[in-house]
């Protein structure tokens, strides 16, 4: 039998309160719960209230935040706090996603404050790392993968860091249809759980992402390093990602 697996969906800027309604709905209906096995749904700030209400039926669900801002109040347009979050249902938050990290701007420092945030506030973080293609192709991909690890988890107590869990997203496979081969994944995978190991992380899990769909995901899940995956994409159909989690 396989070890439990987490499946996350990440739905980025998609997704409205209606529809995720309307994708609990179809995604619950006749839904049986591989035992052990967890299903994360980590929709936009404005359908976390509609997506945690809905999903709240199945314990083995949980819902989160895409992103916070560190401070938990404040003249801060525009971001959500750890408390906003908690209050709207969320048990969860990614920190770090590639997305903020490239597109936003976030440096390894405010993704070390927002994983402290979240863990104060009563939020469990999904921490993500990866490497961009040049740094995969000048053969730093350990090294930058694990300066992101340290960065974020470095002086966290082990209670703390029991708390935390790893998403390896490399930048390159995230949304581009290309995703490193499972042999691949698992190299990477295996750094990091050494290095949470050394930081003093009891119980190491690390998820998979970077275009994971139908047609990979159980050959990528077959690889025994990967915890499990975390899904843009393919996450957005409720029956597609009711397969995927299904095991293909
Ligand atoms: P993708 O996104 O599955 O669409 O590549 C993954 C992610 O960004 O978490």
């Not at 990290?101 to 990866?130: I, M, N, Q, S, Y």
């Not at 860091?161 to 930048?171: D, F, M, N, Q, S």
């Not at 691949?184 to 190991?197: E, K, T």
Request: net charge negative.
């Amino acid at each position: 039998m396989s070890h439990p697996l987490i499946y996350a969906a990440n739905w980025k800027m998609q997704v409205d309160p209606g529809q995720a309604r309307a994708f609990a709905a179809a995604f619950l209906d006749g839904f049986v719960p591989s035992p052990g096995d967890s299903y994360w749904f980590f929709p936009s700030a404005v359908s976390l209230e509609a997506a945690a209400r809905a999903l709240a039926g199945c314990p083995a669900v949980a819902v989160g935040a895409q992103d916070v801002h560190w401070e938990p109040q404040g003249a801060f347009t525009g971001a959500t706090s750890v408390p906003l979050a908690r209050g709207a249902g969320a048990t969860l938050v990614l920190v770090g996603h590639s997305e903020r990290r490239h597109v936003f701007g976030e440096t390894d420092g405010d993704t070390a404050r927002k994983v402290r945030a979240a863990l104060g506030g009563g939020l469990d973080p999904l921490l993500c790392v990866g490497e961009l293609l040049e740094e995969r192709e000048a053969g730093t991909t350990e090294a930058v993968v694990l300066r992101q690890l340290d960065a974020g988890l470095d002086g966290l107590a082990r209670d703390q860091l029991a708390r935390v869990t790893v998403a390896y997203e490399p930048v390159w496979a995230i949304g581009t249809g290309k995703t490193a081969t499972p042999g691949d994944a698992a190299a990477v995978h295996r750094a990091i759980r050494g290095a949470l190991a050394g930081l003093g992380h009891p119980t190491p899990k690390v998820l998979y992402g970077g275009s994971v769909n139908l047609a990979n995901a159980a050959q990528l899940l077959a690889e025994p390093e990967l915890d499990g995956v975390l899904v843009g994409g393919a996450s957005l159909d409720p029956a597609g990602w009711r397969k995927i989690v299904a095991g293909g």
